[in-house]
């Protein structure tokens, strides 16, 4: 049983910044791979950014290579997204997932991405 909960979304100008983090309860945080996806209304989820369980490996999508950095901090149980030189574009709602092997099988309730023009 694994429970995730973002916070940190909210309004940005273009250009701007935000920082995500998802903070996970329940298995041991060191055994699993965290992922970040987004929704918009009446699209599939996508895969945003993806870490190993020891941080040692990270993979992006290519539409944020470059601008987000997904991070964790096991000690604190904590995964993080930085998203910089966010574009309208990037708005969604953002949420993150747990995998203990190669599914993703733990999900949180997400929080909304809205970028300005």
């Known amino acids: 049983q694994v429970q995730l909960v973002e916070s940190g979304g909210g309004s940005v100008q273009v250009g701007g910044s935000l920082r995500l983090s998802c903070a996970a309860s329940?298995?041991?945080?060191?055994?699993?791979?965290m992922g970040w996806f987004r929704q918009t209304p009446g699209k599939e989820r996508d895969f945003v950014a993806e870490?190993?369980?020891?941080?040692?490996?990270?993979w992006y999508a290519d539409s944020v290579k470059g601008r987000f950095t997904i991070s964790r901090d096991n000690a604190k149980n904590t995964v993080y997204l930085q998203m910089n030189s966010l574009k309208p574009e990037d708005t969604a709602v953002y949420s993150c997932?747990?995998?203990?092997?190669?599914?993703?099988?733990?999900w949180g309730q997400g929080t909304q991405v809205t970028v300005s023009s």
């Open positions: 997932a747990a995998r203990r092997n190669f599914r993703y099988d733990y």
């Open positions: 329940g298995r041991p945080f060191s055994s699993l791979g």
């Open positions: 870490i190993s369980n020891s941080g040692g490996s990270t």
